[in-house]
């Protein structure tokens, strides 16, 4: 494919000063069964093609599903048109050799299984099993087990000799259970909504652990009906990695996009109560906070070599001993805004132009076992999975909810919580970060939707953090 698309960019005749061509071909397939019974077996394939133009220093896209040469050099002229149209609103004029660099090279994601290694009818019949698993008692009222696989190719040319081929396979499994006792209703899921969300073959569908984590998922859906309500107190919450996720994706990554500092996404998804003039001052959270981003994590789910520009993608500290160092801004924001930034242009799928987003971020571990980063807690909550979420459009003021929570009593965990809650606004809370966990604690998640953009784009992004303690944190429970 990559020498077929390097004759195409090539060939294509128009005065631009660049060309590129970047090629997606997907192919997914999505099992669900709800109460033991199939309700989705479904596979698809699409393949398209962007084209990317640049004209004195201004940027045009135009995409087309046909990667013959007419497709191409029709998309390519409309792209030509595009860029030359919206000169007069240019607000930054880009350079082929800043903007769009010539790049080469591969990346192929790590597995052991590949997704044909197990028939669909074996993988209906481990799903059935989870939800029988799922169901311990009459009072779940409902258990969903579910496995998304996709298999992506991605081919980046351009006219200054750029030739990039990236393979990734994409996993994503759910499972979760309702459980219901007269009027109160609770959920437990498998670490939070399609948390388990990795690069890797089959080898991340039935694992190990598998059928003790369902069992698990099942008898604490159960415990969370006769627990007590999570009290409404300030005091040490500790957050267990399957919730830090979410923290540090709303909280950390959302505000750091370069895109969202410059005004881009205040129309959708809104902007940042970051500056330009905080990077390399602003004291972020406390000297504990070393935030990176790591496209290079083995099978964390937005790993790769490239962005979608070809930019190469290195591990770089966005937060280091809690002082903000850098945002999560492309080649073309990072020009704009004068900030330094990371290989984040991406896209979601051939139809879709990348833009600044989020990959793998990461909170860098500490010291101890969770017992040591317990143990001098007199009182606190532990929580777990996350099952809801609110963030002002700045990303500055938040509440989020938890499935699960444990009552913290002289560096023990005690009685059971239900709907624990807690709220804070961004540099108070990550400024009460007093422990982060060791390596032991440390532990990966995902989320296959990630939405930003017009046209709406869907993107899979990836964290991993250990076990944190943050002083002083407005808990609260759901009420009666």
Same mark, same amino acid.
């Given at each position: 494919?990559?020498?077929?698309?390097?004759?195409?960019?090539?060939?294509?005749?128009?005065?631009?000063?660049?060309?590129?061509?970047?090629?997606?071909?997907?192919?997914?397939?999505?099992?669900?069964?709800? /109460?033991?019974?199939?309700?989705?077996?479904?596979?698809?394939?699409?393949?398209?093609?962007?084209?990317?133009?640049?004209? +004195?220093?201004?940027?045009?896209?135009?995409?087309?599903?046909?990667?013959?040469?007419?497709?191409?050099?029709?998309?390519?002229?409309?792209?030509?048109?595009?860029?030359?149209?919206?000169? &007069?609103?240019?607000?930054?004029?880009?350079?082929?050799?800043?903007?769009?660099?010539?790049?080469?090279?591969?990346?192929?994601?790590?597995?052991?299984?590949?997704?044909?290694?197990?028939?669909?009818?074996?993988?209906?019949?481990?799903?059935?099993?989870?939800?029988?698993?799922?169901?311990?008692?009459?009072?779940?009222?409902?258990?969903?087990?579910?496995?998304?696989?996709?298999?992506?190719?991605?081919?980046?040319?351009?006219?200054? @000799?750029?030739?990039?081929?990236?393979?990734?396979?994409?996993?994503?499994?759910?499972?979760?259970?309702?459980?219901?006792?007269?009027?109160?209703?609770?959920?437990?899921?498998?670490?939070?909504? %399609?948390?388990?969300?990795?690069?890797?073959?089959?080898?991340? !569908?039935?694992?190990?652990?598998?059928?003790?984590?369902?069992?698990?998922?099942?008898?604490?859906?159960?415990?969370?009906?006769?627990?007590?309500?999570?009290?409404?107190?300030?005091?040490?919450?500790?957050?267990?990695? +399957?919730?830090? *996720?979410?923290?540090?994706?709303?909280?950390?990554?959302?505000?750091?996009?370069?895109?969202?500092?410059?005004?881009?996404?205040?129309?959708?998804?809104?902007?940042? !109560?970051?500056? &330009?003039?905080?990077?390399?001052?602003?004291?972020?959270?406390?000297?504990?906070?070393?935030?990176?981003? +790591?496209?290079?994590?083995?099978?964390?789910?937005?790993?790769?070599?490239?962005?979608?520009?070809?930019?190469?993608?290195?591990?770089?500290?966005?937060?280091?001993?809690?002082?903000?160092?850098?945002?999560?801004?492309?080649?073309?924001? %990072?020009?704009?805004?004068?900030?330094?930034?990371?290989?984040?242009?991406?896209?979601?799928?051939?139809?879709?132009?990348?833009? /600044?987003?989020?990959?793998?971020?990461?909170?860098?571990?500490?010291?101890?076992?969770? /017992?040591?980063?317990?143990?001098?807690?007199?009182?606190?909550?532990?929580?777990?999975?996350?099952?809801?979420?609110?963030?002002?459009?700045?990303?500055?003021?938040?509440? !989020?909810?938890?499935?699960?929570?444990?009552?913290?009593?002289?560096?023990?965990?005690? &009685?059971?919580?239900?709907?624990?809650?807690?709220?804070?606004?961004?540099?108070?809370?990550? @400024?009460?970060?007093?422990?982060?966990?060791?390596?032991?604690?440390?532990? *990966?998640?995902?989320?296959? !939707?990630?939405?930003?953009?017009?046209?709406?784009?869907?993107?899979?992004?990836?964290?991993?953090?250990?076990?944190?303690?943050?002083?002083?944190?407005?808990?609260?429970?759901?009420?009666?």
């Amino acid at each position: 494919m990559l020498s077929e698309l390097t004759k195409a960019v090539n060939n294509i005749d128009i005065t631009a000063d660049w060309v590129g061509i970047r090629a997606v071909k997907d192919t997914s397939a999505t099992r669900n069964v709800r /109460d033991g019974i199939p309700q989705r077996n479904g596979k698809s394939t699409t393949l398209g093609a962007m084209v990317e133009v640049l004209v +004195d220093g201004c940027i045009g896209y135009a995409a087309t599903n046909s990667l013959q040469h007419d497709a191409l050099q029709l998309a390519a002229e409309t792209a030509y048109k595009q860029a030359r149209s919206a000169q &007069k609103w240019s607000v930054y004029k880009f350079a082929p050799t800043t903007a769009r660099p010539k790049v080469v090279g591969e990346y192929i994601s790590p597995y052991t299984q590949p997704f044909d290694a197990i028939g669909s009818g074996e993988i209906n019949d481990i799903l059935v099993r989870t939800c029988k698993t799922l169901k311990v008692s009459d009072k779940i009222v409902q258990t969903v087990a579910e496995v998304v696989t996709t298999d992506r190719e991605t081919w980046f040319v351009s006219s200054n @000799g750029s030739e990039v081929y990236q393979k990734f396979l994409f996993i994503s499994t759910y499972y979760g259970t309702t459980a219901q006792d007269a009027g109160i209703v609770q959920q437990r899921t498998s670490n939070g909504w %399609q948390a388990h969300t990795y690069q890797g073959g089959l080898e991340r !569908f039935q694992d190990d652990h598998l059928w003790h984590r369902v069992q698990r998922i099942g008898e604490e859906a159960i415990e969370l009906l006769g627990a007590e309500e999570c009290p409404d107190i300030r005091t040490n919450l500790v957050l267990a990695p +399957d919730q830090m *996720m979410l923290q540090i994706h709303e909280s950390v990554g959302h505000p750091l996009e370069i895109d969202r500092i410059l005004g881009d996404e205040r129309n959708y998804a809104g902007g940042s !109560f970051v500056k &330009k003039s905080d990077f390399g001052n602003l004291v972020y959270g406390s000297k504990l906070m070393n935030i990176t981003f +790591d496209p290079t994590v083995p099978g964390e789910i937005a790993s790769y070599a490239f962005d979608d520009t070809g930019a190469v993608a290195t591990r770089e500290y966005l937060i280091k001993e809690g002082v903000l160092q850098r945002g999560v801004g492309s080649l073309e924001s %990072q020009a704009r805004a004068g900030i330094p930034g990371v290989a984040c242009a991406r896209a979601c799928s051939w139809n879709r132009p990348a833009i /600044d987003r989020m990959a793998n971020l990461n909170l860098e571990p500490g010291e101890g076992t969770f /017992d040591d980063v317990i143990k001098d807690i007199e009182h606190g909550v532990y929580m777990e999975s996350n099952r809801s979420w609110s963030i002002d459009d700045r990303r500055y003021k938040f509440q !989020f909810g938890c499935e699960y929570a444990k009552l913290i009593e002289n560096g023990k965990l005690t &009685k059971t919580l239900r709907n624990p809650n807690y709220r804070a606004t961004t540099p108070e809370f990550w @400024g009460s970060l007093v422990k982060v966990g060791g390596a032991p604690t440390w532990e *990966m998640y995902g989320t296959p !939707f990630c939405g930003k953009g017009e046209p709406n784009q869907a993107i899979w992004v990836g964290h991993g953090s250990p076990v944190c303690v943050f002083a002083s944190v407005e808990v609260f429970g759901g009420g009666t």
